[in-house]
T-cell receptor, first 111, second 113 residues
């Protein structure tokens, strides 16, 4: 059974600090997605990582994928309050058309 | 381009009733996926449709069903509602090829009493 594990599940941090969210998955996949969800809202796509070694950056967020280690990271640089949200990673199974989701990391950034 | 739309946004039903939710994908997208989100189970895949064909189904009972129309709009139906079906139901659309971003609608929040 494919499992996608995120850690930490909850993170409270101060503005200006750096931190990393980890996403481990248990089976072969070369496609990984990061989404953001604000309270009471839907999911917003952040990154799609399509190959081993892929790195994407948008503003203060940077995501990377290591398919050999089955690990993706979402790094937050100099956090600001507006980045407070729940962040999900999802893995695309190679043989069908569904995403398997991590439990989400709730990030609170204090001013 | 208009985004993914879902109707209704909120629903209150009682146990034993049935419900139909609707999803209109982004224009040109042929794939629609449905997900259930609950605090306890997180995001779970229900099914995915492409060009009116169900390509994959998640591990949900047969009370959950769906369909897709020729214009790519999709509906999902839940029969004989149970209290545990209370959730946020999200649909997402994409062009239909692996590796493409899925764009999510605002969701339908279903409360079963």
């Amino acid at each position: 059974e494919l499992k996608v594990e995120q850690n930490p599940l909850f993170l409270s941090m101060q503005e200006g600090k750096n931190y990393t969210i980890y996403c481990n998955y248990s089976t072969t996949s070369d496609r990984l997605y990061w989404y953001r969800q604000d309270p009471g809202k839907s999911l917003e796509s952040l990154f799609v990582l399509l190959s081993n070694g892929a790195v994407k950056q948008e503003g203060r967020l940077m995501a990377s994928l290591d398919t050999k280690a089955r690990l993706s990271t979402l790094h937050i640089t100099a956090a600001v309050h507006d980045l407070s949200a729940t962040y999900f990673c999802a893995v695309d199974l190679a043989y069908n058309y569904q995403l398997i989701w991590g439990a989400g990391t709730k990030l609170i950034i204090k001013p | 381009k208009a985004g993914v739309t879902q109707t209704p946004r909120y629903l209150i039903k009682t146990r034993g009733q049935q419900v139909t939710l609707s999803c209109s994908p982004i224009s040109g997208h042929r794939s629609v996926s449905w997900y259930q989100q609950t605090p306890g189970q997180g995001l779970q895949f229900l099914f995915e449709y492409f060009s009116e064909t169900q390509r994959n189904k998640g591990n949900f009972p047969g009370r959950f069903s769906g369909r897709q129309f020729s214009n790519s709009r999709s509906e999902m139906n839940v029969s004989t509602l149970e209290l545990g079906d209370s959730a946020l139901y999200l649909c997402a659309s994409s062009p239909g090829t692996r590796g493409e971003t899925q764009y999510f609608g605002p969701g339908t929040r279903l409360l079963v009493l």
